[in-house]
């Protein structure tokens, strides 16, 4: 059996693809492994280019963009490791990472995931563990009390701002650009339920490990560059209004309706406190960011009571 499969889901990506395997077949020396691309539906070539750049990769060419749950797990159906490592194409990998990792995780045999430091392309650190989403932690993110006090365990539980990300240590959740699940533990939980299409989807999966027994560990010894999230300017409304959809979803699939109607409640709240306030900046401002972020957050309260 190889020590691990590579998933890497793609959906016009081209270049960050190919750069994103490079640095596999670059930096991989200790384990052995094979990387299986699915692509959902690309229309820029990138099929063609994996065909002919990377001949060993396995490929899967779905017609149509089955999401990022339902890709995975077409290449979980037919992955030969015996740890398998979701990473995402615009994720770069360091020296010894993927090594580093698979090493880890023999060493800890409780743990049923483990993720590694993710920086952002300058090099700083981004934030990728987080705390079960509940209505408590929702409703200080509303508030914005994580930002007033990020210091404070209590205020920050969800995106965790009171920790450095420096140590190793047992988490809830991890960002789903590089989660390395073992064979074991994907067999007795099951692959990620793929009726989210985007989002949410990997906050479900690690739930469902947490309840099986099986622990998640955060190992900041080594890195991976991950570009998601770079730069505010990249916010796009039917992504803000898709993520909140799938919190939703997840609140009342694992914590009941009456949860989710909560959340709705909370969330609605949010949206008003910014577009209220944020009115004026909207209408007078030149920064096509700011204004992007108004109409994200007026969308979202038109649109909660059909969710």
Request: net charge negative; glycine share 6%; aromatic share 12%.
């Amino acid at each position: 059996m190889l020590d691990v499969s590579i998933i890497i889901v793609n959906w016009n990506a081209q270049d960050l693809l190919a750069k994103c395997m490079r640095c596999v077949q670059d930096t991989v020396h200790e384990a052995s492994y094979e990387i299986i691309v699915i692509d959902n539906a690309s229309t820029d070539g990138s099929q063609v280019m994996v065909k002919q750049d990377f001949p060993d990769v396995v490929l899967i060419e779905n017609k149509d963009n089955v999401g990022f749950a339902g890709a995975n797990n077409q290449g979980m159906k037919i992955a030969q490791g015996r740890y398998v490592l979701l990473l995402n194409s615009d994720a770069f990998v360091e020296a010894k990472t993927i090594d580093a990792m698979v090493a880890f995780m023999d060493a800890h045999p409780e743990a049923g995931m483990g993720a590694c430091k993710l920086l952002y392309e300058d090099r700083s650190l981004q934030p990728s563990c987080y705390g079960f989403p509940t209505l408590k932690s929702e409703f200080y993110v509303a508030l914005q009390l994580d930002k007033l006090f990020p210091k404070s365990p209590e205020f920050g539980q969800f995106l965790m701002t009171f920790w450095d990300f420096n140590d190793v240590r047992a988490v809830d959740v991890v960002m789903g650009a590089f989660m390395l699940v073992r064979r074991e533990a994907l067999d007795a939980v099951g692959m990620m339920d793929d009726s989210y299409f985007m989002y949410s989807e990997e906050v479900d999966w690690c739930y469902r490990f947490q309840k099986a027994g099986w622990k998640t560990l955060y190992n900041p010894a080594v890195q991976t560059v991950h570009l998601w999230g770079g730069s505010s300017k990249r916010v796009r409304v039917e992504m803000f209004l898709q993520m909140h959809r799938s919190k939703i979803e997840f609140f009342r699939k694992n914590y009941g309706s009456l949860s989710a109607l909560g959340l709705k409640g909370i969330m609605a709240f949010g949206a008003l406190l910014r577009v209220g306030p944020g009115a004026l900046v909207y209408l007078t401002s030149s920064d096509p960011d700011k204004r992007q972020k108004h109409e994200a957050f007026r969308r979202l309260l038109t649109a909660l009571p059909a969710y």
